[in-house]
């Protein structure tokens, strides 16, 4: 795509709108098109998830819910804001936020008031954030159901599975168009990936978007008048630029990551055992959707043990997240103890991503395979 790009490049340059203006609004709506919603573009995920917060008033005296299990940024934001995280234990196969633990916890270890849910330590629930692991959506028929019993609002981390769908009961809908708010990251790793940091905040609410937009410019409109306090959330015209050229690809790409997997998936379907792979309990009509597979994550009790023999012949692989975030130094101070969270921790201690990425070829998934195996017959 280098000459396609370039030549974006380019056009930005001449045009000298480098921050905001019709590239970032052509992308806005695309995306908002895409999902469902109303887009808004943001200097990156972590400043769109600030972005909807900060719309959302949420602040000292909150409380948010989220994974133990996902990029520290999706807890780190509510600390930032001054309100406190809450997390909840992840479903054992999919890694994604228990529905059921999360009724369990607003029915057992919250208490109904004339104001909303309030924690045991008076702190009002504000919000739940699901995050979609990995290009997997989380169960958001279940979670939409919990939410609205106790009148919380909804925000979807996104981050990983642009373009993932879900079948929910009123229809197959994008990851970002299910709950009242959602966020993108275009962090260059990411399936659709910027030449830089970029990202998006997603409102259902058209007004919400619109105060997003004036967050994201402090808080300024019109021009040197300020009633809220925002700040510098802007996007670059060129990362949108490169985006909105890259953006027609992005279903080929997913399914070539979809069809990857599946490769992966009848390599490794006949080691002996201990090998746990990724779970897909969404098959919609267009199946490949059902997971983008951001990541491809398998987990095995020898995990330390399989990374360095992958390394040892060549083959790269990740731990996506080492430490479950209840296990953060900067955290201690929520006081969670480890034990707290079993699932995200054994998450965070077996688990490993092996490559996948649309440019990968059938060739290196089978190498891969066949490396996995040996080593598991050893
Ligand atoms: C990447 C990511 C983010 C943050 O996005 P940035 O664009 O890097 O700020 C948030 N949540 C999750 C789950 C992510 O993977």
Redesign the pocket.
Known sequence: MRDEILAEITAVCDSQAFILGPKVAELEEKIGALCGGWAVGAS????A?LLIMMAMGIGPGDAVITSPF??F??AGCVSRLGAKPIFVDIEPDSYNLDPVKLEEFLECSCIRTPKGLVTQQGLLIRAVIP?H?FGLCCDMDRINEVCAAYDIPVIE?A??AIGAEYPSRTGVKRAGGLGQFS?F???PT?NLGAFG???VAVAADRMAAGKMKTLRNHGMEPRYLHEFIGGNFRLDALQAAVLLRKLPYLEQWSRRRWDIAQRYRELLSGVPSGLTLPAEPYRTACEARGHIFHQFVIRTGQRDALRGYLRDHGIGSEVYYPVALHRQKCFAYLRYRQGDFPWAERAADQSLALPIFPELTDEEVDLVGKTIFSFFQC
């Open positions: 990156s995920g972590t400043d998830q996902t990029f940024s999706t995050v692991l981390d981050a990983q966020f990251s275009f962090y990411k940091d970029a990202g």
